[in-house]
């Protein structure tokens, strides 16, 4: 919170920035869409080539539909974006789902892409940044790589299903993991499955 020339306190802009990048799971990068439309949060998304190649063997969704669901859409090689720059406010951001490729291009600060450099940005203004890595297992470089981000100031959240919740179907999985990772904004999303304790 900043204030303004009148003293007043005023908020971040309600606004969150969704990289979808090519591991398995854009279905986690699509439900963080539809979570932020009903939650009123204005989506800043920016998808790699990998991710749309993912999007079509393991969804319905065409690359029209997923960009429908976003508030506003960057284009990946457009480094000249709003989002990549510090002064361009946010919450902050998530990857749903972060491969170890971008995860990695995160850790070093080398970015190539607006999806990496906004996650740098991220970083270096110390707003959250939630990744929500797919691979398994981890071999020992990708375990340090994991290290260095955490140690950077990044989350990092897989998205493991939560079996308490007994979910009947995918969407119900998919949607826990991406309401827990909006938990870490702050952010409570009616989906979420919460546990009430032993009865």
């Given at each position: 919170?900043?204030?303004?020339?009148?003293?007043?306190?005023?908020?971040?802009?309600?606004?969150?920035?969704?990289?979808?990048?090519?591991?398995?799971?854009?279905?986690?990068?699509?439900?963080?869409?539809?979570?932020?439309?009903?939650?009123?949060?204005?989506?800043?998304?920016?998808?790699?080539?990998?991710?749309?190649?993912?999007?079509?063997?393991?969804?319905?969704?065409?690359?029209?539909?997923?960009?429908?669901?976003?508030?506003?859409?960057?284009?990946?090689?457009?480094?000249?974006?709003?989002?990549?720059?510090?002064?361009?406010?946010?919450?902050?951001?998530?990857?749903?789902?972060?491969?170890?490729?971008?995860?990695?291009?995160?850790?070093?600060?080398?970015?190539?892409?607006?999806?990496?450099?906004a996650a740098d940005v991220t970083l270096k203004e110390r707003r959250p940044l939630v990744l929500m890595v797919r691979e398994t297992p981890f071999h020992l470089g990708h375990l340090r790589t994991l290290t260095a981000l955490a140690e950077m100031g990044a989350v990092i959240a897989p998205p493991l299903p939560a079996l308490y919740a007994r979910p009947a179907s995918i969407q119900e999985m998919v949607d826990q993991s991406v309401g827990r990772a909006l938990d870490l904004f702050g952010l409570d999303w009616d989906a979420v499955q919460r546990w009430k304790g032993l009865s």
């Open positions: 919170m900043v204030d303004d020339v009148n003293g007043a306190i005023r908020n971040p802009p309600a606004r969150i920035v969704v990289g979808i990048s090519g591991a398995s799971g854009a279905i986690y990068g699509a439900r963080t869409l539809d979570a932020l439309n009903d939650l009123g949060i204005e989506s800043h998304l920016v998808v790699t080539k990998a991710a749309l190649l993912t999007l079509s063997q393991e969804t319905d969704l065409t690359p029209d539909a997923l960009t429908a669901k976003a508030s506003v859409v960057h284009r990946l090689g457009d480094v000249g974006a709003t989002i990549a720059s510090g002064s361009f406010r946010t919450l902050g951001m998530i990857v749903a789902p972060c491969s170890v490729r971008t995860m990695s291009e995160i850790a070093t600060g080398v970015t190539s892409t607006l999806l990496t450099r």
